[in-house]
């Protein structure tokens, strides 16, 4: 009996100091002259990622609006605190004056991963977006010339075969006396699988002929965001990645990641063997190993693809020594995979969406696209002839306004900031601590952008784009640390949308939600029941 007492009190010390040391970690910003939004024990303010009662679009605005006179807010990740940046002008400020302070993203994957670490958690550290300090320096600045204006030229008619191969489908399925009633989000997913196989793996897939090609299958499975595991692991990722680490835990299967890295290695050795020149992002890669990929003489002038597009800064501009491993080159092209897969594929689900809601706006863009045709006389468009479509830019930069792909972005401390925004506010961020920037929750913000929910592409025409507020749209990230391929997601976007409505008409079916849901269960923007339309012959 004294034993059970003895037992049970320790337990119970052992409780009160667990629950102490937990309730001292929500003190911290009691010391910093910004609110905090308040926690709940242990899970913070992610309680309702963690038990799924709200979408990813409600989650980021209950802490965007908590106060909506701060510039910044502070919120807690489990029990690390983290600094939500709502004020577009220290926004600027810290991803791109005081850059230097704020560098790197969040180190969830990277730490004491070696470059010859080939786990799936081992890609993610050595790619592009994990990488940190110098190495990500030097790694942007490698990868830079295989992102400029003149490489998307290399590289359009390998978009453009997966674009038009798509239409033939669709066009044959028609003749064939079918009713194309299709859910955007699978079908865009499938073209953007088979444009990353062929531009980032050097391979040809076809997953609307073929549905379940091994490529695509294992893609989906890598990239199952409403996964409950996955939902948890990335909260962990992003609060404990010591702890991760440590238990050897990778963020996705590991067999997956094997199975892409082969992908890779086989396609190298296959082109060295055989002297094999294709224009893609592997074939950068191989010149990035002989060290003979650089910026072209005309990249200065072919800085811009669209409104939505982001500038290369002086960092992707410098040069330097470093030589690299197999392993960290391989790591850029799983990269390329993750970023391009899903990205893409939800832009241009919610721009078939929104087009078939506003079919006013759907047969503006059409004439553009007729008018287009016209002018080229029966040849193919060009790279050129994209970047003309001026109507074609505003209706993509709204889509990407309004239904951000990119929830939100972040970036880490590496040194004690001290904050000043010049009207009063001061403080200091210490070294080590996350800052939160809410992407979608300032572009749906009615201050910078009035009546948000309104689909409109006109905020973005030559009149009305100077009325945006600088730093309040940010749809490829800010400053030196932004998407790296941002055209190449422009380019993907814009000549799909080209050739379906050339000769399709989206129009709603019974299926199509309106106004549309988005599900509980994603950490991204994804709908409950999908996005559903249907694609109507213009000839046949």
């Known amino acids: 009996m004294e034993v059970d007492l003895l037992t049970a009190v320790a337990v119970g010390v052992l409780i009160l100091l667990i629950y102490h040391y937990v309730a001292n970690k929500y003190q911290y910003f009691l010391s910093k002259p910004i609110p905090c ?107 830079s010339p295989a992102f400029t204006g003149s490489k998307m030229r290399v590289m359009f008619d390998l978009v453009v075969e997966c674009s038009q191969s798509m239409v033939e489908h669709f066009r044959s399925e028609a003749k064939a006396g079918k009713r194309l009633e299709c859910e955007m989000k699978d079908v865009f997913s499938r073209f953007g699988n088979d444009v990353i196989a062929t531009v980032a793996f050097g391979i040809k897939v076809d997953s609307l002929r073929d549905p379940s090609n091994e490529f695509y299958v294992k893609g989906k499975q890598m990239l199952d965001f409403q996964s409950f595991t996955i939902v948890i692991k990335f909260l962990l990722f992003a609060t404990m990645p010591w702890l991760m680490r440590k238990l050897k ?44 990929l650089k910026h072209g003489k ?115 401390a590496n040194r004690d900031y001290l904050l000043d925004d010049g009207a009063g506010l001061q403080f200091v961020i210490e070294n080590g601590l996350q800052i939160n920037i809410p992407i979608l929750a300032i572009h ?36 030196p640390r932004n998407c790296i391929g941002s055209r190449l997601a422009l380019m993907e976007v814009k000549l799909v949308v080209y050739y379906l409505l050339k000769d399709f008409s989206f129009e709603p079916t019974e299926k199509t939600d309106v106004p549309i849901m988005l599900t509980k269960k994603a950490v991204d923007v994804r709908t409950e029941n999908g996005a559903w339309v249907e694609f109507k012959p213009r000839n046949l």
């Open 37 to 143: 939004v308040k926690p709940t024990f242990l899970v913070g303010n992610r309680g309702a990622a963690i038990f799924r009662t709200k979408d990813v679009r409600q989650q980021t605005d209950e802490l965007y609006y908590a106060f909506p006179n701060s510039k910044v807010v502070g919120f807690y990740e489990l029990t690390k605190p983290v600094f939500m940046i709502r004020d577009p002008d220290v926004i600027k400020q810290i991803t791109v004056r005081d850059f230097d302070y704020f560098m790197d993203h969040t180190p969830t994957f990277s730490g004491n991963r070696t470059e010859d670490d080939d786990s799936a958690t081992g890609l993610f550290a050595n790619s592009l977006f994990a990488l940190r300090g110098q190495k990500w320096k030097d790694m942007r600045s490698t990868l």
């Open 444 to 479: 749906n913000d009615p201050k910078y952008f009035p009546n948000p929910e309104r689909f409109d592409p006109e905020r973005f025409s030559e009149e009305n784009r100077s009325k945006i507020v600088p730093g309040s749209y940010l749809p490829f990230g800010a400053g």
């Open 249 to 292: 835990v990778d963020f996705v299967d590991a067999d997956l990641a094997v199975f892409f890295k082969k992908i890779i290695k086989d396609n190298m050795k296959q082109r060295e063997v055989h002297g094999i020149v294709r224009n893609d992002m592997i074939q950068m890669l191989m010149d990035v190993r002989k060290g003979t």
């Open 298 to 412: 005309d990249d200065q002038e072919l800085n811009d693809a669209g409104f939505a597009t982001v500038k290369e800064s002086q960092v992707g501009k410098s040069t330097h020594a470093r030589v690299w491993t197999e392993n960290e080159l391989t790591s850029q092209c799983f990269l390329f995979f993750l970023a391009g897969f899903d990205t893409v594929s939800s832009c241009l689900t919610f721009l078939a969406y929104e087009l078939t809601l506003n079919p006013d706006i759907q047969n503006q863009l059409y004439e553009e696209v007729a008018d287009t045709e016209r002018s080229l006389g029966g040849k193919a468009p060009s790279y050129e002839t994209l970047q003309k479509m001026k109507y074609l830019d505003m209706v993509v930069s709204e889509t990407l306004r309004k239904w951000t792909p990119t929830v939100d972005t972040d970036r880490y």
